[in-house]
């Protein structure tokens, strides 16, 4: 892979000292040798895009009039990109340049592969939960919700060693092909916050290519900078499940999840 087939996008809302620290781990190596940097600033109001054109020059900078949510504002980022592969990555990761070329080139040689994630650690150097996980349908969500009650721990391991394919990984840090962008087409604009990438990665595997977390290639994620308060966030997520749903799994299906939600909601708290 050349650095030039590859393009990062970063969307930012009011986290701009943390996209400054963000860019800093790879700016300038990146700038030198040609990777695609875009910076979406979905409205902030922390004086974001001054910083950018500022200390970051050679960054794409696209501004979004409004907060139009975490894929409408991915989507005006990968809209631009030109690279070959487009990794995605929230303001609030850390990552070394090595790494991210690493996640590139691993993509690469997955010839069944439309999507990896590098593994997310916590700032405390602890493997991130719900980085990875399988469909949320109803099943799945009656194991965890059972689990959760009888206090049996999470239905994944978090702490693994090894690449393994899976349902879905998180949009914190992910490398998709921009051949698997045309046959799946964008993030969907719908989902405002959460579950955008659980369905995009549905909309990948159901167009051919496997979905890979692969821990071997670590971040830190920050986590949470750029979300709302807790109850509005799980107001949101519920939301977006909702959505998922209707969109997925049909009116039976949905009605089912509405039923459950309340009990749910409160015996499985992410």
């Given amino acids: 892979m050349t650095a030039r087939s590859l ?21 300038q190596q990146f700038a030198s040798i040609g990777v695609q940097l875009i910076v979406v600033d979905n409205a902030s109001s922390d004086g974001t895009s001054d910083m950018i054109r500022a200390d970051f020059p050679l960054v794409e900078l696209i501004t979004s009039p409004q907060n139009i949510g975490y894929a409408g504002g991915n989507n005006l980022g990968i809209r631009q990109a030109t690279g070959e592969l487009v990794i995605l990555l929230n ?8 790494t991210l070329l690493s996640l590139a080139d691993e993509l690469l ?5 439309g999507a990896i994630s590098a593994g997310l650690i916590t700032k405390e150097k602890t493997p991130q939960a719900f980085a990875y996980g399988d469909e949320p349908t109803i099943g799945y969500l009656m194991r965890r919700g059972f689990r959760a009650i009888f206090k049996l721990g999470p ?27 045309k046959k799946a087409h964008l993030l969907d604009d719908r ?22 977390y692969d821990p071997r290639f670590s971040v830190i994620h920050l986590g949470g900078a750029s979300q709302p308060q807790r109850y ?9 499940m909702i959505i998922f749903y209707q969109k997925h799994y049909g009116p039976a299906a949905t009605l089912a999840l509405r039923l459950m ?4 909601s409160r015996v499985a708290r992410r």
């Fill in 155 to 181: 239905l994944h391991r978090w702490d693994i060693d090894a690449p393994i394919e899976v349902d879905w990984i998180s949009g914190a840090c992910m490398c998709v092909r921009a051949e698997v962008i």
């Fill in 261 to 264: 939600l309340p009990i749910y």
């Fill in 232 to 240: 509005l966030a799980n107001q949101t997520y519920y939301k977006s």
């Fill in 191 to 212: 989902f405002f916050l959460y579950f955008e990438d659980v369905d995009w990665c549905r909309r990948i595997r159901h167009a051919g290519w496997r979905v890979v």
């Fill in 7 to 27: 393009s990062i996008v970063i969307l930012t809302y009011n986290t701009k000292t943390l996209l400054a620290e963000c860019l800093s781990r790879f700016y």
């Fill in 91 to 98: 303001s609030d990761v850390l990552a070394s340049p090595a």
């Fill in 109 to 113: 040689k997955r010839t069944d592969a």
